[in-house]
């Protein structure tokens, strides 16, 4: 199984940027794809999951910026980020999950994202 992480960069505070997670087809239908993220010195955090029904949960330090969504046509899971902040700052990671299992088998490579003030 591997997912492709892509769509990072540099932007500036109070900008965006869209993440694209893509997976084979055999995978995208099995599992969820959700979104992590790490930052130097730090421990990884989850950034946005969504289940199978489409419920959506997102860590406290983003929610009302960043939207999980999810394309069946395109075997992707996007995450948009808008209003990032300098904190934002960190390399995130898609990683998969078996619908209904909080274990996550997979893990993408990562992508960087900076934030300049």
């Known amino acids: 199984v591997q997912l492709q992480a892509s769509g990072g960069g540099l932007v500036q505070a109070g900008g965006s940027l869209r993440l694209s997670c893509a997976a084979d087809?055999?995978?995208?239908?099995?599992?969820?794809l959700d979104w992590f993220r790490q930052a130097p010195g730090k421990e990884r955090e989850m950034v946005a999951t969504?289940?199978?029904?489409?419920?959506?949960n997102y860590g406290d330090s983003v929610k009302g910026r960043f939207t999980i969504s999810r394309n069946s046509a395109e075997n992707s899971v996007y995450l948009q980020m808008t209003s990032l902040r300098p904190e934002d700052t960190a390399i995130y990671y898609c990683a998969a999950r078996k619908f209904g299992t909080d274990t996550y088998a997979y893990w993408g490579q990562g992508t960087q994202v900076t934030v300049s003030s």
């Open positions: 969504m289940n199978w029904g489409g419920i959506r």
């Open positions: 087809g055999r995978t995208f239908g099995r599992f969820a």
